[in-house]
C-alpha cells in the first residue's frame, strides 16, 4: 500500500488526498479479505480472529472515503518542490546496504549508507565521506560486536582485524 | 507510608555502583543524542535500544529511563539556542527562549531550563513512587473490560484529540492498527496477513518502525527541502547562572509547571507537548510581564520545561502500573521491557520490588547527575549543534540500521526500515502525526485481546464494556475527547488545537 502512496504525494494536496484514499482502500480490503480468509474460531467471545481485520478494514475504507470527500472539498495547495534526487541517495543507500550486508559484512556497507546519505545532504566529496564511514562503522562494530554483544554480520575486513 | 521504604529500599539497589554507571550511560547518552537537533526522545530511546542488549535487565531499563529523562532535558538547549526544537516537547521553550538567546540571555535561559526541569524532575518521580502502590491496588480490580477502555482512551488522545486534522490522526492510528495485525494471533495462534513470509511471524517490531518513521523518515525529510542553509547556533552569551529575579520569577513558574505537567502525562491525557502548551499559556495568563511575551520572558522557559519534564515522569505512572504506554516514548519503553521478558503492569510491583522500586529511586538519580550535565557541563553539548547536517544524519542512519541489524540481520527488516521510513517521510510531508502510528502498533494487540476476552467472560454479550460504572465512564471521556475536537474545528477553533499537535511523544 506504501509504494503507491509514496511515489506520487507531495506537490499537490488536492490530488494526494485521491492517491492516499486509495491506497486506505487498498489496505482496507486487503484486511477485510484477510479477515473472512481466516477460520472462524470464535468460542466464547463470539468474535474471533479474523474480527479485528474486518473492523480496522472497514475504518479504513470509511477514512479512505473521508479522503474523497475532503479532496472534493479543499483546493490545492502550491506545495515546495521536493528533491528526489536526496531521496534516491538515501534510498539507494538503504537498499545497497541491504544487498552488500552478507558479503561484504557490516562495515563496508554501512560505510557506503553512510557516504550516500552525506551525498543526499549535500555533501559529494566522496573520498572524504567513504573513509569515515568506514571508520565510523569499524568502531561501531567494535563496539558492538566485541564489548555489546550484539552480532553484526562479520566478512572478511571484520575477520581480518578481529579474527574469524 | 509503604512508598517511603519501598523508596528506600529502591535507593540502596540504585547506590550499586554497576547500576549508578549505567544511570550515568543513560543520562549521558540520552543528553547527547537529545540534543540533536530533530531527535527526540522517542528516537533517541529506539536508537539505543540496541546498546543495552547484552546487559542485564535493571542496568538496561535504568539506562533506558536515564535516556527519556536526558533527552527531555537535551531538547530544551536545542530549543533555546537553535531555534529548532530538539524534541516535540520543547516547541514552546523555542518561543521565550530562543528569543532570550538573542537577547544576549542565552545563560539565563539554559538556567532556568535545566534547574526546572530538576525541580519538576524531582517532585514528579517522587509523585509516580507516592501514587504507583495505590494505582497497582486500584488496577487489580481491573477486568479486561476496564483495560480496553483505557486503550480506547489512549487511542484518542494520541491520535484525535489534538492536531489539525481528527481525520489525519485516525488514519495514522488505523495504519497503526492495521500493521499490528500481522503475525500470530495471541489467542487462537492464528497468522494473519504474514502472507507466508516467515520473518513476519513475529509481527512488525515496535523499534525497527519507530527507528524508520523517526530516524529514516526525518532523514528523508530533510534531505527533500531543497533549501536548507543551516540554523544559526546562538552562542551562550554569559554565564549559564540566574539572577535573583530570574530565581524569583522562575520558581512559581517551575511548580506550576509541574503541577500541571504531572497529571497530563500520568493520565492518558497526551504527551509532553500538550503539557508544555498548557503550561505556557497558564504563564502567560498568570505574569506581571504579559508585555514581555514573545519577545524572552523567562517565564516561558521556566514553565514549559517543568511541564514537560513532569510529564514525562508522568507517562511512566501508566506504563509501570499498567503496563499501557500512552506516548511513543513510552511505548519505545515498553518494547524495552518486553525484550528481557518483562512486562510492566501491577504484577510486576509484586514480582520484581526490587527491579520496580530500584528503576523509580534511580530516576531520582538521574535527575541529579543531568542537573550536573546540564549547567556547569552545557558547553560541551552546544558544540554537537556545531556538527554540520550531512555527517550529523549520515551517522543517525547508520546507527538506526544498527539496531535493526543487531537484533534481526534479515533482509526483511531491513526492508521494512525503508518501506517505512517512505511512509513517515510521506506522513511528514503531508503532515500526518507520526506518534499514533507506534502507539496503534504496540496497543492495538493488547486492546484486542483484552477486547476478546471481556467478550468470552460475558459470552458474547457486548454490553458488558460499559457494564462497570468506570469502564462506561473511560468510554464516555473517550468519546468526549473524539467528539468535542472535531466540533470545535467544526467552528472554527481548531487553531488552538494545530498548535498542540505532537509528533514524538
Known amino acids: 500500500m506504501s509504494a503507491s502512496r509514496q511515489n506520487n504525494n507531495g506537490r499537490r494536496p488536492f490530488g494526494a488526498a485521491f492517491i492516499i484514499a486509495l491506497g486506505l482502500a487498498a489496505l482496507g480490503a486487503l484486511l477485510i479479505w484477510q479477515g473472512f480468509a481466516l477460520p472462524d474460531k470464535s468460542g466464547y467471545a463470539g468474535i474471533g480472529s479474523g474480527a479485528a481485520p474486518k473492523?480496522?478494514?472497514?475504518?479504513?475504507?470509511?477514512?479512505?472515503?473521508?479522503?474523497?470527500?475532503?479532496?472534493?472539498?479543499?483546493?490545492?495547495?502550491?506545495?515546495?518542490?521536493?528533491?528526489?534526487?536526496?531521496?534516491?541517495w538515501i534510498v539507494g543507500g538503504l537498499l545497497l546496504q541491504l544487498v552488500l550486508l552478507k558479503p561484504l559484512g557490516f562495515t563496508i556497507a554501512s560505510a557506503l549508507l553512510f557516504a550516500c546519505t552525506a551525498r543526499a545532504m549535500g555533501y559529494k566529496k566522496f573520498q572524504v565521506s567513504l573513509p569515515a564511514g568506514l571508520i565510523l562503522a569499524f568502531v561501531v562494530y567494535g563496539v558492538f560486536d566485541g564489548l555489546l554483544k550484539l552480532n553484526l554480520p562479520a566478512s572478511v575486513l571484520e575477520h581480518l582485524v578481529f579474527g574469524g | 507510608m509503604e512508598s517511603f521504604g519501598f523508596l528506600m529500599q529502591g535507593l540502596s539497589t540504585a547506590m550499586d555502583p554497576a547500576l549508578l554507571f549505567y544511570a550515568l550511560m543513560g543520562v549521558t547518552l540520552g543528553t547527547m543524542v537529545g540534543v540533536l537537533p530533530g531527535i527526540g526522545p522517542a528516537l533517541t530511546v529506539a536508537l539505543l535500544l540496541p546498546v543495552t542488549y547484552g546487559l542485564d535487565p535493571a542496568g538496561s531499563l535504568i539506562m533506558f529511563a536515564g535516556i527519556y529523562y536526558g533527552g527531555m532535558y537535551g531538547g530544551s538547549t536545542t530549543s533555546i539556542l537553535l531555534n529548532t526544537p530538539g524534541e516535540s516537547a520543547s516547541i514552546v521553550t523555542a518561543i521565550e527562549g530562543n528569543k532570550m538567546a538573542r537577547a544576549g540571555r542565552g545563560g539565563p535561559a539554559l538556567a532556568t531550563a535545566a534547574i526546572g526541569s530538576f525541580v519538576a524532575g524531582l517532585l514528579a518521580t517522587l509523585a509516580l513512587a507516592f501514587i504507583a502502590p495505590t494505582i497497582v491496588k486500584l488496577a487489580l480490580v481491573f477486568g479486561p473490560r476496564e483495560y480496553f477502555a483505557l486503550m480506547v482512551l489512549a487511542f484518542v488522545t494520541v491520535s484525535a484529540a489534538f492536531g489539525d486534522s481528527a481525520m489525519k490522526g485516525l488514519t495514522s492510528l488505523f495504519v497503526g492498527l492495521a500493521l499490528a495485525l500481522v503475525g500470530i494471533d495471541g489467542l487462537t495462534g492464528q497468522t494473519r496477513l504474514a502472507f507466508g513470509v516467515p520473518q513476519l511471524l513475529d509481527g512488525i517490531e515496535v523499534t525497527t518502525m519507530a527507528v524508520a518513521m523517526f530516524a529514516v523518515g526525518e532523514a528523508l525529510f530533510?534531505?527533500?527541502?531543497?533549501e536548507g542553509a543551516d540554523e544559526k547556533v546562538h552562542a551562550i552569551s554569559g554565564a549559564v547562572r540566574m539572577t535573583t529575579t530570574d530565581w524569583k520569577r522562575s520558581w512559581k513558574a517551575w511548580l506550576r509547571g509541574t503541577a500541571i505537567g504531572f497529571p497530563i502525562g500520568a493520565m492518558p491525557a497526551g504527551g509532553a507537548d500538550i503539557a508544555s502548551f498548557l503550561s505556557y499559556g497558564t504563564e502567560k495568563r498568570l505574569s506581571n510581564h504579559p508585555e514581555e511575551f514573545g519577545h524572552g520572558a523567562i517565564e516561558g522557559v521556566a514553565g514549559p520545561e517543568a511541564a514537560n519534564n513532569a510529564a514525562a515522569a508522568g507517562t511512566l505512572v501508566p506504563l509501570l502500573t499498567l503496563g499501557l504506554p500512552t506516548t511513543a516514548t513510552a511505548a519505545i519503553m515498553l518494547a524495552g521491557f518486553q525484550q528481557f521478558g518483562l512486562q510492566p503492569g501491577p504484577l510486576l510491583f509484586a514480582t520484581a520490588p526490587k527491579l520496580v522500586w530500584g528503576l523509580i529511586a534511580s530516576l531520582l538519580i538521574a535527575n541529579v547527575m543531568l542537573l550536573i550535565l546540564n549547567l556547569p557541563l552545557i558547553r560541551i553539548w552546544v558544540k554537537l549543534l556545531t556538527i554540520p547536517r550531512h555527517w550529523l544524519y549520515a551517522g543517525i542512519l547508520l546507527f538506526a540500521t544498527l539496531g535493526t541489524i543487531g537484533v534481526n540481520p534479515s533482509p526483511v527488516e531491513l526492508v521494512q526500515l525503508t518501506i517505512f521510513g517512505l511512509l513517515g517521510f510521506g506522513m511528514r510531508l503531508l503532515n500526518y502525526p507520526i506518534a499514533p502510528v507506534v502507539v496503534g502498533l504496540i496497543l492495538g494487540p493488547m486492546a484486542e485481546q483484552q477486547l476478546r476476552r471481556a467478550l468470552a467472560i460475558a459470552q458474547g454479550d457486548w454490553t458488558t464494556l460499559v457494564s462497570t460504572p468506570l469502564s462506561a465512564t473511560l468510554l464516555g471521556i473517550a468519546a468526549l475527547a473524539l467528539i468535542v475536537p472535531m466540533l470545535m474545528r467544526a467552528r472554527g477553533k481548531g487553531a488552538v488545537l494545530a498548535q498542540i499537535a505532537g509528533d514524538e511523544d
Do not use: D
Not at chain 1, 478494514?57 to 515546495?80: D, E, N
Open chain 2, 222 to 226: 530533510v534531505a527533500a527541502r531543497i
Open chain 1, 55 to 88: 473492523a480496522i478494514g472497514t475504518v479504513l475504507i470509511l477514512l479512505a472515503l473521508g479522503h474523497v470527500y475532503s479532496g472534493l472539498k479543499s483546493t490545492a495547495l502550491p506545495h515546495p518542490h521536493q528533491n528526489w534526487g536526496a531521496i534516491g
